[in-house]
């Protein structure tokens, strides 16, 4: 039996999902993680606000490219050789492209999400901290997470699954700080592709637990890698 729990797609109990987080220590970062975060903090102020949500939704896909490329990477050379392709290459190759894609579709949806929610509360940003940090900082992350793929893919699942163990929490704390939201209901045209929730609570709760999953699915990867 997996004994990581996942919770996509299945009917759960968000606030006693979210208590749970609440509960449990977030994952210790790095130093790069911890200076990026810094960073955000810095650029767009200490308290949780949905830019900064964006921002962390803007990144979060980049680690999952790098897996997915690397993965097609494995499936070029062992289709390139002299040798027939194993199924365990093509296994792991297939495994890193379901995943990458999976949760780069997931990613995605949060940041469409977000970004419409602040269209509907009129949140503006300026040109700088809309267009030139979060570009800047996809393209220096974009270049980080291929690295470390490129280094060590150890290094970059358990990379993601601090930093996904990071967004879990402020998603889950974002939710605890505006009581509010409990009963603000929440529509999106994005709801078309993704489980539409009654309330802006449950909406950030639900997303904050795909954050969990995702933490998980990295954790589970450095497993499949060990064995
Ligand atoms: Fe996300
Ligand atoms: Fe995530």
Known sequence: MNRYEYTMGKDVDLKAEQEKTLRTPVMKSNLILKSM???????????????????????????????ENGGYKIVTKSHTKRKWATRKESDLALYLIDLGRDSQDNEQWHLMLIQDIMRQKEMRLGWLKMKCIP???????????????????????????????????EYMKLVDENPEWEYETVDSEYFQ?????????????????????????SLEAIEKMNN
């Open 37 to 67: 975060f810094l960073m955000m903090d810095i650029l767009y102020g200490f308290k949780r606000t949905l830019p900064k949500f964006m921002i962390i939704e803007v990144l979060a896909r980049y680690p999952y490219w790098a897996w």
């Open 193 to 217: 592709f993704y489980p539409a929730q009654t309330s802006m609570a449950n909406l950030f709760r639900r997303i904050g637990l795909d954050e969990r999953d995702h933490m998980n699915h």
């Open 135 to 169: 570009r800047f900082l996809a393209g220096t992350y974009y270049y980080l997470t291929r690295f470390m793929w490129a280094m060590n893919p150890k290094w970059s699942f358990r990379m993601n699954a601090a930093f996904e163990s990071h967004a879990e929490h």
